[in-house]
């Protein structure tokens, strides 16, 4: 097994030196029946190929309103909030994590580690260099790309063109928005039609431009079965993110409809590019990154995922494919220091049944996440990361014993699939004390088993079980 550096929330505290760091703490001592609980379990086979029953099973009923989010602060109780108890838990805690997290318990080819923020103190690891497929938590990576890419302010425009020339024309030109609505569509047919009325037309073709990007493909370790229901393929345009097979066209008649209803007849629809030089006649603006960002992270939905992993490439500089993106994403976990050993990236949304992530990876990026403000304050807003047993893919999680005693003071992304089970996150510990922790298990036979198990890490990272 290759060496590799602490995570960077061993960087955090002030004592950060050496090997005491690495287990136990400066000035500390394990007690004897720590002995030897660290041990790395050893893997015993190659882990069976993940694959969804329908695609990402974290899609459910709290992505049929996806919110708008607006908050900016951070949701996550501060420790002192959450301390009900002033013993140092570190001990216990160790001695349940090595219980809990044993191979007996969550099987053969599960990776995971739990890191002590203020110390940096391993408490409890388990092939945590060992990359897994890791489902929906590879939108932790897409999160943290997306905002260091683009920035949390930046917004993506959607204009309808028309060349003087040849008015007869209009171009709904998508721009990469996910969240682009048909109460936008609505308002800018509206002026669209004001617009070609006062140039004594009635009729006007439409014409959908969604060059922005490539011709859609289905990622690596994507099955062809779960193209458009799981995931639409990957257009520059779309309108309430309907999952359909031709997401450009879908959009294109919505808005001839809504020209229908604002007196102008779309006398066709179809796709093509925008002249140079055509001018802007009506336009609208998508959420913040952030707020994007925000959904995607508690929704757990895949094609804002996609939409976001391209986008990031393109702001950088890279063609919007799936070779851009991933290598835009490698770019931008090694600016940061990120180390992405055994990182790889198919796809924005974690479908891939060939992607792999190790928890260390997925604990760095959640350290250097908490440690940024600009970050923080966007990924830790209420309406983002899940918060257990209250929001997104947690709100039915963390709701009956043992684990419900952690509601609300766990935030983490999940990631499921038929055969993946992955929990990545920030435990607010009963004791004052904030923990960083990933679990992702491969060769699930139960995703109900599986979840109970990360859930009981989870809340056991606490100390409140």
Same mark, same amino acid.
């Given at each position: 097994?290759? %060496?590799?550096?602490?995570?960077?929330?061993?960087?955090?505290?002030?004592?950060?030196?050496?090997?005491?760091?690495?287990?136990?703490?400066?000035?500390?001592?394990? @007690?004897?029946? $720590?002995?030897?609980?660290?041990?790395?379990?050893?893997?015993?086979?190659?882990?069976?190929? @993940?694959?969804?029953?329908?695609?990402?099973?974290?899609?459910?009923?709290?992505?049929? +309103?996806?919110?708008?989010?607006?908050?900016?602060?951070?949701?996550?109780?501060?420790?002192?909030?959450?301390?009900?108890?002033?013993?140092?838990?570190?001990?216990?805690?160790?001695?349940?994590?090595?219980?809990?997290?044993?191979?007996?318990?969550?099987?053969?080819?599960?990776?995971?580690?739990?890191?002590?923020?203020?110390?940096?103190?391993?408490?409890?690891?388990?092939?945590?260099?060992?990359?897994?497929?890791?489902?929906?938590?590879?939108?932790?990576? /897409?999160?943290?790309?997306?905002?260091?890419?683009?920035?949390?302010?930046?917004?993506?425009?959607?204009?309808?063109? %028309?060349?003087?020339?040849?008015?007869?024309?209009?171009?709904?030109?998508?721009?990469?928005?996910?969240?682009?609505?048909?109460?936008?569509?609505?308002?800018?047919?509206?002026?669209?039609?004001?617009?070609?009325?006062?140039?004594?037309?009635?009729?006007?073709?439409?014409?959908?431009?969604?060059?922005?990007?490539?011709?859609?493909?289905?990622?690596?370790?994507?099955?062809?079965?779960?193209?458009?229901?799981?995931?639409?393929?990957?257009?520059?345009?779309?309108?309430?993110?309907?999952?359909?097979?031709?997401?450009?066209?879908? $959009?294109?008649?919505?808005?001839?409809?809504?020209?229908?209803?604002?007196?102008?007849?779309?006398?066709?629809?179809?796709?093509?590019?925008?002249?140079?030089?055509?001018? /802007?006649?009506?336009?609208?603006?998508?959420?913040?990154?952030? %707020?994007?960002?925000?959904?995607?992270?508690?929704?757990?939905?895949?094609?804002?995922?996609?939409?976001?992993?391209?986008?990031?490439?393109?702001?950088?500089?890279?063609?919007?494919?799936?070779?851009?993106?991933?290598?835009?994403?490698?770019?931008?976990?090694?600016?940061?220091? #990120?180390?992405?050993?055994?990182?790889?990236?198919?796809?924005?949304?974690?479908?891939?049944?060939?992607?792999?992530?190790?928890?260390?990876?997925? #604990?760095?990026?959640?350290?250097?996440?908490?440690?940024?403000?600009?970050?923080?304050?966007?990924?830790?807003?209420?309406?983002?990361?899940?918060?257990?047993?209250? +929001?997104?893919?947690?709100?039915?999680?963390?709701?009956?014993?043992?684990?419900?005693?952690?509601?609300?003071?766990?935030? $983490?992304?999940?990631?499921?699939?038929?055969? $993946?089970?992955?929990?990545?996150?920030?435990?607010?510990?009963?004791?004052?004390?904030?923990?960083?922790?990933?679990?992702?298990?491969?060769?699930?036979?139960?995703?109900?088993?599986?979840?109970?198990?990360?859930?009981?890490?989870?809340?056991?990272? /606490?100390?409140?079980?």
């Amino acid at each position: 097994m290759s %060496q590799r550096r602490a995570p960077r929330s061993a960087l955090i505290g002030a004592a950060t030196t050496a090997a005491a760091l690495a287990l136990f703490g400066a000035g500390s001592a394990p @007690p004897a029946s $720590a002995a030897g609980s660290a041990r790395t379990a050893a893997v015993r086979g190659p882990a069976p190929a @993940p694959v969804p029953i329908a695609g990402d099973s974290d899609v459910g009923p709290w992505t049929t +309103s996806i919110p708008q989010v607006t908050s900016a602060l951070s949701a996550l109780r501060s420790p002192t909030q959450t301390a009900t108890s002033t013993s140092d838990l570190t001990w216990t805690i160790r001695a349940r994590l090595s219980s809990r997290g044993s191979v007996a318990q969550i099987g053969d080819y599960a990776s995971g580690q739990v890191v002590e923020v203020a110390t940096g103190r391993i408490l409890w690891a388990k092939n945590p260099t060992v990359a897994r497929v890791p489902a929906s938590n590879e939108k932790l990576v /897409t999160a943290f790309v997306a905002l260091v890419s683009m920035g949390e302010s930046t917004r993506f425009t959607t204009p309808v063109l %028309q060349v003087a020339a040849q008015p007869a024309t209009v171009y709904l030109k998508g721009s990469g928005d996910p969240a682009l609505s048909s109460s936008q569509l609505t308002a800018m047919a509206s002026a669209v039609a004001t617009k070609v009325k006062s140039q004594g037309r009635t009729s006007v073709a439409v014409v959908v431009d969604d060059s922005l990007f490539p011709a859609p493909t289905n990622a690596t370790g994507w099955k062809a079965e779960w193209i458009p229901g799981t995931v639409a393929p990957v257009r520059a345009l779309v309108v309430d993110q309907v999952n359909v097979v031709d997401t450009s066209i879908n $959009a294109g008649q919505v808005f001839a409809a809504k020209l229908k209803a604002a007196g102008v007849t779309a006398t066709s629809v179809a796709r093509g590019v925008a002249p140079a030089g055509a001018a /802007t006649i009506a336009s609208t603006s998508s959420p913040t990154v952030g %707020q994007l960002v925000q959904t995607m992270l508690n929704a757990s939905q895949n094609d804002y995922a996609e939409g976001l992993h391209r986008l990031s490439a393109l702001r950088r500089g890279h063609n919007a494919d799936w070779a851009g993106a991933r290598a835009n994403a490698l770019e931008v976990l090694a600016s940061r220091g #990120i180390d992405s050993t055994s990182l790889v990236i198919n796809d924005g949304s974690g479908l891939s049944q060939t992607g792999r992530l190790t928890p260390l990876t997925a #604990i760095d990026v959640l350290s250097t996440i908490r440690m940024t403000p600009a970050l923080n304050s966007v990924v830790f807003a209420a309406a983002a990361l899940p918060t257990a047993g209250v +929001s997104g893919t947690l709100a039915d999680r963390f709701d009956t014993a043992p684990t419900n005693c952690a509601r609300s003071i766990v935030r $983490a992304k999940t990631g499921t699939l038929a055969t $993946a089970t992955a929990l990545s996150g920030v435990a607010s510990g009963v004791d004052g004390r904030e923990r960083i922790f990933s679990v992702i298990i491969n060769g699930v036979t139960s995703t109900a088993e599986s979840r109970a198990d990360v859930d009981a890490l989870a809340a056991t990272a /606490t100390g409140c079980y």
